[in-house]
């Protein structure tokens, strides 16, 4: 028997000019603050996506996959928040099947989210 692992890519993208509105309205240094901030608050409530979905905290799961979807908006990730909405559906719905597939695809796309616009901004947290 064969098993066979399956690896999803998706691209992600950054609104940049959502970013970029960012920037001309804040300045440099206030929105690279912002962006840091949010970046860290992000991969904080990503870590504990994972740990509430484990303890099957739903509401918990719920109100912190809520407070993504803000936090995403804000720095342009559009992908990031519309999975992070797609979550918080299941948890509505109480699908946990698609609860255990969407909560994956939010964590794998917010790490590559994360990855994405450090790397783009070239930021050191």
């Given at each position: 028997m064969q098993v066979l692992?399956?690896?999803?890519?998706e691209q992600v993208n950054l609104d940049q000019e959502r970013l970029g509105a960012l920037y001309s309205q804040l300045g440099e240094a206030s929105a690279e603050d912002i962006v840091c901030r949010a970046l860290e608050e992000l991969a904080l409530r990503m870590s504990h996506c994972d740990r509430l979905y484990r303890e099957q905290n739903w509401p918990d799961l719920r109100k912190n996959t809520r407070s993504l979807i803000a936090i995403a908006d804000q720095i342009g990730m559009q992908k990031l928040a519309q999975v992070a909405g797609d979550v918080t559906r299941c948890i509505d719905a109480g699908d946990t099947n698609g609860l255990a597939a969407t909560l994956s695809r939010l964590l794998r796309i917010g790490?590559?989210?994360?990855t994405t616009i450090w790397d783009m901004q070239d930021l050191k947290i």
């Open positions: 692992q399956i690896r999803p890519l790490e590559k989210s994360l």
